[in-house]
């Protein structure tokens, strides 16, 4: 399952002003500074899908899809 989705959500004026400072001051875009603090916090590709395979044990296959 591949998703190809902008993610569009609203943030508050001071989180918006703290990730403009922070970029400033690592002197980076702000996508870049996004996505290393997303990387940061989320956990990797591979423990989701541990997640996601150990949520679907125990449900019927025709449940799960």
Known sequence: ?????????R??????RRLRMLALV???PMNHVLVGLLDQVLPSADELAALLAADTNGIPD???A
């Open 26 to 28: 690592k002197g980076q």
């Open 1 to 9: 399952m591949i998703c190809d989705v902008r993610i569009a959500t």
């Open 11 to 16: 943030i508050t004026s001071a989180v918006d």
């Open 62 to 64: 025709e449940v799960a």
